[in-house]
Each structure stands twice: as C-alpha cells, then as structure tokens.
C-alpha cells in the first residue's frame, strides 16, 4: 500500500549520516524510533467534500515501524526484530499468516509489518475498518529488538479529524483542484483541532510532482519536542506559497496534509530511541496545472 504516514515524515526530518556497522550492529547505534501505527486515508474532491478512499484503495491502515540510520546498520541488527500482536487480534486465523517484521523495500525504508515469508515489507492496509480493528486491536504491541521487549500501548480509536484543505489560485473542478499556468498556488493545512490534546501532535505537508515522482514541497512540525525529530511549533495549521514557475502545464500533482494524534511518546533503548502510538488521518487533493 502507499505510505504517507508519520514514520515517512520523521524520516526525512533525520540528517542519519550512512555510517558503516559490522553484523554484529546493536540496535541502540543506529536506531532512532520505533513506531505503531493506525490511519486512515481521504480524498478531498471540493473546497468542503473531504471522503474515505474507496475499497479497493485499501484505505484503512497499519503500520509498525522501526527507522533510522542506514539501511545496511538496519539489516545487521541481530538477532532479527519481532513483533507480538496483542491477545485479542485475529490477524493469524484472519490471514492464515504469522505476523512479522522485515526491511521495506526502498533504501529509506526501515523494519516494517508483514509476515513470515512476505517478500516485501510495506505495512498493511484494510478495505474496511471492522477488518483492521479484528486484525489490530487496542492492545499492547511488542516489537523485540536488541534484547528489549518494547511494549506499545495502542489505545482504541483516536483518530484526528481528516484534514479539510484551503487551496488559492485556482478553482475546484472534476474532483480535484484546478490552476491556470503562470498561477502561483496557495496551499492551507487546515486546522488540527486536537494538535495539543495528547502525548503530541503532528502535521505534515507534502506535494509531489506525479510525472517526475519528485517532491516539490515537504514540511512537518509537531506540538512537542521529539528527540532527534522534527521542530516544535504551536500553529495549528501550516501554509505556504508554490510559485508558478514550479508547475509545468498539463502535469499532474497530488498534496497530501497528514494529521497526527501522538497517544504516546517514551525513551527506549537506553534512551537512545524514541517509541511513539500513533493515529492518524491524511487527505490527498490532485492537482492539475491546465486552462479553464
């Protein structure tokens, strides 16, 4: 399933230098979080019509994470990471597979939720949310790494608000959002009510230039410090300006606006990490740069 999610945010926000680990790498060199997490994902279509992704897009998410440092000091890390679902979960009689932890396929991806034999690691999605929630119950999830047991607390839902995006300079039309060539774009978070309600908040903004698979834009802030992690601000929201000379006609573009409800945020491995429960709700708006 497609990732837009915390841990990608997070990721970027490290400076991890590409430093070389004998394969007897401990844990504690070279990881920096350790995260469980559960999301949902919308589609905004007009300035007010924010809906759930159909089925078919596996909409409902979850993901267990373990991130920093290099790929290669990931992959040394032994004996091998394991992940433990709580009792009440029914993902191995729903499956008929054992959960497991392996490395995400791209280089910047870290350990990520499958299962045993999976080929590739990229989490796990749900058409429907009574399937995650029999799958990942509230409960406490414990990924064993370097020798430590740690237990993530995952509470029951508590999802923020989906995102309802502000966008300037165009108009909306066909489902998505419309701006003429030589038009700069105001793009407008929308307001993260509960950003301060729990352990942390978190908001992050990213805008991607389909054609070119690059990003444009990515920024994140969250509402407390995170060791390692990205800055703290007290905005709600977060706004920028795109200017028009970075847009090419009839390309495509999709912005997406994460919102993050942090339900816990504690030091593990001697400190030298951070574990963080997450819930979460992301919007996606495609753009089209065409006259009108």
């Given at each position: ?49 924010v ?21 290669q ?5 032994k ?17 008929k ?5 392996g ?16 080929k ?24 064993l ?75 994140i ?33 999709t ?34 740069v065409?006259?009108?």
């Open positions: 399933m497609k990732t837009k999610n915390l841990y990608r945010f997070v990721a970027t926000s490290l400076a991890s230098a590409c430093l070389l680990f004998s394969s007897r790498a401990m844990a504690s060199d070279t990881v920096r979080f350790v995260i469980v997490t559960k999301g949902i994902e919308y589609r905004q279509t007009s300035a007010t019509t809906s759930r992704l159909p089925s078919r897009r596996l909409p409902y998410s979850f993901e267990a994470i373990i991130e920093g440092g290099s790929r000091a990931l992959a040394a890390i004996p091998r990471p394991t992940i433990q679902l709580p009792a009440g979960s029914g993902f191995t009689s729903m499956y597979e054992r959960p497991a932890l490395l995400g396929e791209d280089a910047g991806d870290g350990w990520m939720f499958g299962y045993e034999g999976k590739v690691f990229d989490n796990w999605g749900t058409r429907t949310k009574s399937e995650l929630d029999s799958a990942f119950p509230p409960g406490s999830y414990v990924i790494l370097s020798g430590e047991n740690i237990a993530l607390p995952l509470p029951k839902d508590t999802y923020p608000s989906a995102p309802v995006i502000r966008l300037e300079g165009g108009r909306w039309s066909k489902g998505g959002y419309r701006i003429k060539p030589g038009k700069n774009l105001r793009i407008h978070s929308g307001v993260h009510a509960t950003f301060n309600s729990h352990a942390n908040g978190i908001i992050g903004v990213e805008l991607e230039n389909e054609a070119l698979g690059s990003t444009m834009l990515e920024h802030h969250v509402a407390k410090p995170i060791p390692g992690g990205p800055e703290r601000s007290g905005e709600k929201s977060f706004s920028a300006v795109i200017k028009a000379s970075r847009f090419s006609a009839s390309k495509r573009y912005l997406s606006v994460t919102f993050g409800s942090i339900t816990s945020q504690f030091p593990v491995l001697a400190g030298t990490a951070t574990a963080l429960v997450t819930y979460e709700t992301w919007t996606e708006v495609p753009i089209v065409e006259p009108f």
